[in-house]
């Protein structure tokens, strides 16, 4: 049975110097981002754009969101297969190409490198991570691969 889900946020633009859009460096492109509950994220374009780099573009937050997603699913499915996670990080990157008429992500891949408890746990780690990967509901939702390539190692061999 299909459960809907509805996600709303608020991105207001913060970039008005004075002059509104008068000019293509009249404005800058800052912006807010927030929703009921979580603080609010500061956000721009990337820098290459025009962007300021001390914000978040949202590039940065569509590779943060499939890390997330990714991480999530992961540490549900080790939790229902007694596999004990102790440390997780991912160095997840995103490639994008611009183009004169826009551009588009070409790939993204995610860098876990995942602690467990026992060398015993480290094989069904690391199959963990393709369940993970077909469950993403963000993975599923983009036009490009994402990738996963994880690292795992058991806490008792870090010595």
């Not at 912006?31 to 609010?40: K, N, Q, S, T």
Request: hydrophobic letters at 40%; one cysteine or more.
């Amino acid at each position: 049975m299909a459960r809907p889900h509805t996600y709303e946020t608020i991105v207001t633009w913060t970039g008005d110097r004075g002059t509104g859009t008068s000019g293509p460096r009249d404005y800058s492109p800052d912006v807010e981002i927030a929703a009921d509950g979580p603080g609010v994220i500061t956000g721009s374009s990337d820098p290459a754009f025009g962007g300021d780099p001390a914000r978040w573009n949202p590039e940065q937050l569509l590779v943060a969101s499939l890390s997330q997603c990714h991480l999530l699913w992961y540490l549900f499915l080790c939790a229902r297969a007694g596999v004990v996670v102790t440390t997780y990080l991912d160095r997840a990157t995103g490639d994008m190409t611009a183009h004169a008429d826009g551009g588009r992500f070409t790939e993204v891949v995610l860098r876990p490198q995942v602690t467990v408890a026992d060398s015993a746990m480290t094989e069904e780690a690391v199959r963990l991570h393709a369940e993970a990967h077909r469950n993403c509901y963000i993975a599923k939702s983009v036009a490009f691969p994402v990738r996963c390539e994880p690292v795992v190692s058991a806490a008792e061999l870090m010595i």
